[in-house]
């Protein structure tokens, strides 16, 4: 009988080693530090604040950012991440260059070099008619400044960013707005309600931030919601994003491709 439980206790299995308090730490940590390091560096997640991209992002659609592809060049990673400049039809998150701080969104109709102007709405591209089935015209309504630019000159209406107001003959050659180097035209696609290159000019490329990917979440939320800043307001929509989260939530929206 004792030879038989000592063959037993001889086959038995050696337990695997407790993970200790400080592996567990550790283990934590690195997911951390790998996530603020995506986060911080490679993507970034924002939120749709405006209409001026209706028919192709909503007001309260959050995407996800990718911050590397549309970056500055860096000559020891160019092998490994593969950077590019801006396209014509990108789409585009930015710095404003008359906001300090704020972040919009655009496409990008211009690039270096470009001519533009619009007729009746519509965009001249180097002196052809752009085919662009993104656009929508919300209000359907005619202003001459938006919708003739840059041939009629703006009235205090247009609200124009007083240093665009100054600086943007200087880039008018004939009936066109010409496209400076390192800068970029950039429009929203709901043409009729977007503030954009019209009003403070063009986009530095130093001031790119990157593109966005996807939706990953996108809530119904009020066109103005932006502009309710009190903290009265903020704790209002927060209650009323727990309390309607499922009805509300536009699921349809999950996980979108921006484009």
């Given at each position: 009988m004792a030879k038989e439980i000592k063959?037993?206790?001889e086959t038995k299995q050696p337990e695997a080693p407790k993970e200790t308090m400080p592996?567990?730490?550790a283990s934590i940590a690195s997911v951390l530090v790998i996530g603020?390091?995506?986060?911080?560096?490679?993507m970034q997640a924002f939120e749709i604040p405006s209409p001026s991209m209706v028919g192709t992002l909503l007001v309260g659609d959050h995407v996800f950012v990718d911050r590397v592809r549309l970056a500055p060049k860096s000559s020891f990673m160019d092998k490994i991440i593969p950077y590019r400049d801006p396209k014509r039809g990108d789409i585009m998150v930015f710095i404003s260059p008359s906001t300090p701080g704020l972040f919009v969104v655009k496409r990008v109709i211009g690039l270096p070099g470009d001519r533009i102007h619009l007729r009746a709405g519509k965009v001249y591209l180097n002196g052809q008619l752009q085919a662009e089935p993104y656009v929508i015209h919300s209000?359907?309504?005619?202003?001459?400044y938006r919708d003739e630019f840059p041939a009629v000159a703006p009235t205090s209406d247009d609200q124009?960013?007083?240093n665009w107001q100054i600086t943007e003959p200087d880039h008018i050659v004939g009936e066109d707005l010409v496209v400076p180097p390192d800068a970029y035209f950039g429009m929203g696609d709901n043409r009729d309600v977007s503030y954009d290159s019209r009003y403070w000019g063009f986009i530095p490329r130093e001031n790119v931030v990157g593109r966005p990917m996807f939706i990953y979440w996108s809530f119904q939320t009020p066109d103005d919601q932006y502009m309710?800043?009190?903290v009265g307001d903020r704790v209002g929509f927060f209650l009323h994003i727990l309390t309607h989260f499922f009805n509300e939530t536009r699921w349809s929206r999950m996980l979108?491709?921006?484009r």
């Open positions: 063959e037993v206790e592996e567990f730490v603020l390091f995506i986060i911080t560096f490679c209000r359907g309504d005619y202003r001459p124009l960013d007083s309710r800043t009190g979108h491709v921006v």
